[in-house]
């Protein structure tokens, strides 16, 4: 292998259920730093360079001496699933049998998988790398029944640092029954530095590929139509503005964005990932670009950072989320895509998080 990139396994000071807790510190030849966690399958932390060259730590999260590092209410940087994002009421019906899931979210839906989600699992781990990459691959077997849940569902998260400064996530899952799965990541972004000093990030300039979002009813829930931004300027990126220009222009959630937006050409895993969004930050100079293989993106501006205990060091709208994922509430939603896996079949899902400056 020809490259500088590597990956370091270091043990944290805990264990849950017998495990221990560790986090891989990946590292590229350009001198890009990512810490990803055992513990949920969470980015911790991704050190980039800004326009003069200074590093900084751009994901929000706790650090592990937190009260809150554990619990971590807002997710920060965790693998959601089985099923990221909403199901309403916390019912499906597959194949003739009704599941009934946990109603963590206001207690009327099911959210991000429920209360002993994929987040609250010490995952498998082991170092990885490849050819100018490092990385880490994990891997967490669900039981059957796990959440309410059908079929034992084997996923595999790998977050690869690669020389060209991308964060590759690759994600695959099979399972025994058919399930609904949706996996995505939810890293809180603040392209100033992820720290309470930087403020919001409202002033970010963002552009999304997409000419159509999820339509969603006062519970976030969707009522089942894509509705074309063009009839919402608001909702419209297509043409890069600053995350809180219309903001305050908002009907259905006064308090910030929290919708799913249809990618252009997006939910094809069979090809290569396309562009879902590019954001810039005008003081630092720094530009992500994402790009998925999935249909959708989740774009949160952390409406409720300031409500959580502990992260009173974070500002309403300290970060914001790009979620990579299968709409909400697919499994009830008929003219959705589908995001029902069946046994035989492999879920795949590739995400790239590509890092720049100008």
């Known amino acids: 292998m ?88 916390g019912k499906f019906t597959l194949d003739g049998t009704e599941y009934t899931l946990a109603t963590n979210n206001g207690n009327k839906h099911h959210l991000h998988g429920g209360v002993k989600a994929f987040d609250k699992y010490v995952w498998d781990a082991e170092p990885a790398s490849g050819d100018n990459w490092s990385g880490v691959k994990l891997t967490l077997v669900s039981p059957d029944g796990d959440e309410g849940y059908p079929g034992t569902l084997t996923s595999i998260v790998t977050y690869k640092l690669t020389d060209k400064n991308e964060l590759r996530i690759e994600y695959s899952a099979t399972t025994d029954k058919a399930t609904p799965l949706n996996l995505t990541n939810h890293a809180y972004w603040n392209l100033k530095g992820a720290r309470a000093e930087s403020g919001t990030v409202l002033d970010h300039i963002m552009h999304l590929n997409c000419d159509k979002y999820v339509a969603v009813d006062a519970d976030s829930i969707p009522t089942g139509t894509l509705t074309a931004v063009i009839d919402d300027a608001p909702m419209d990126f297509t043409k890069a503005k600053p995350i809180g220009q219309d903001l305050g222009k908002l009907t259905n959630d006064p308090q910030g964005y929290d919708h799913c937006w249809v990618i252009n050409g997006g939910g094809d895993a069979t090809k290569a990932p396309v562009l879902a969004a590019e954001v810039r930050e005008p003081a630092t100079g720094r530009v992500m670009r994402v790009l998925t293989t999935e249909p959708g993106v989740q774009f949160y501006t952390g409406n409720y950072l300031p409500g959580t205990p502990d992260v009173n060091n974070f500002a309403k709208h300290g970060g914001f989320c790009l979620e990579t994922q299968k709409f909400p509430d697919s499994p009830n939603q008929p003219s959705f895509p589908s995001s029902i896996l069946k046994p035989g079949e492999t879920y795949r899902q590739v995400t790239v998080h590509e890092f720049a400056v100008e």
């Open 2 to 89: 020809n490259s500088s990139a590597r990956a370091v396994r270091e043990k944290l000071d805990a264990e849950i259920d017998g495990k221990q807790l560790e986090q891989f510190v990946l590292t590229n030849k350009n001198g890009l730093r990512a810490v990803v966690l055992n513990w949920g399958a969470t980015l911790a932390s991704l050190e980039t360079p800004d326009k003069n060259g200074k590093l900084d730590n751009i994901v929000c999260g706790f650090s592990p001496d937190n009260a809150n590092f554990l619990k971590n209410p807002p997710y920060f940087g965790v693998t959601c699933g089985r099923y990221g994002n909403r199901i309403a009421k």
